[in-house]
């Protein structure tokens, strides 16, 4: 699927609130997670062809609610969660982060998809680790997207991406390479969500 259309629906902050808002609408969903800074917000720019959609910060760590979005009127809901890791966030709202978070995926019925972003130049954190941890503990199913992927050559994605696949005991298949700068794996995404549709 292309994303023709995206809107913003609501920031949330409290899982009582995710509740109230997702009883709206019957679509599947969908969700970006990842580490502080990793690309989220410029992923979901990128994927629905729309510059200040999801406000991709200079400053990590400014995505603290998790932000709906509407994709094709009605087609899927998208959710921007807030990103882990930010070493200078003060360990209450490292705690805040994690209750969310984990309340959402274990209660999002709708969720049909988990975008899993990792920055290609590194290797998984044990918070990444984490976050897998969660999708396989309840079941959902994931997809990990190796982002920044422009900042490499050929050869070191190679490398990367098998870096990538040993850390996180995920096959290479279900690792898509991508950048947000010149579009690799975009169509990649579409196809992923044509599958999310067609369940
Ligand atoms: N070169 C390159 N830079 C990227 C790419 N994706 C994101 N960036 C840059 O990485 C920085 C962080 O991007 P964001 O999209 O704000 O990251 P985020 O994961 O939403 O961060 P939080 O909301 O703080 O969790 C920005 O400076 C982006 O321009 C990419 O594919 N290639
Ligand atoms: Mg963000």
Redesign the pocket.
């Known amino acids: 699927m292309k994303i023709t259309n995206a809107e913003f629906i609501t920031s949330i902050a409290a899982l009582s609130k995710y509740k109230e808002a997702s009883a709206r609408y019957e679509c599947p969903e969908i969700c970006v997670a ?1 580490r ?8 979901i720019n990128c994927i629905t062809g729309r510059k200040k959609l ?1 406000k ?3 400053t ?4 603290r609610l998790i932000n709906l979005f509407d994709l094709n009127r009605g087609a899927l809901v998208l959710a921007d969660l ?2 882990y890791g ?1 070493a200078a966030a003060p360990k209450s709202e490292r705690q805040s982060w994690a209750k969310l978070i984990e309340g959402y995926l274990g209660t999002s019925e709708k969720l049909k998809r988990v975008f899993a ?1 990792v920055d290609i130049r590194h290797e998984p954190t044990a918070l990444d680790k984490q976050m897998l941890k969660y999708l396989y503990a309840y079941n959902i199913p994931f997809n990990v997207i190796a ?5 490499l050559s050929k050869s070191q994605i190679h490398a990367a991406v098998q870096t990538v696949s040993t850390s996180l005991a995920v096959g290479r298949d279900d690792i898509i390479v ?4 010149n579009g690799t794996g975009k169509e990649e995404v579409e196809s992923v969500l044509d599958s999310v549709l067609s369940i």
Do not use: C
């Not at 502080?36 to 992923?43: H, I, Q």
């Not at 990590?60 to 995505?63: K, L, M, S, W």
């Not at 982002?147 to 900042?151: H, L, N, P, Q, Y």
């Not at 991508?178 to 700068?181: H, L, M, N």
């Open positions: 990842g502080s800074n990793v690309g989220k917000s410029t992923f999801a991709a910060s200079v990590p760590g400014r995505t807030p990103g930010y972003l982002t920044k992927a422009d900042k991508f950048s947000s700068v």
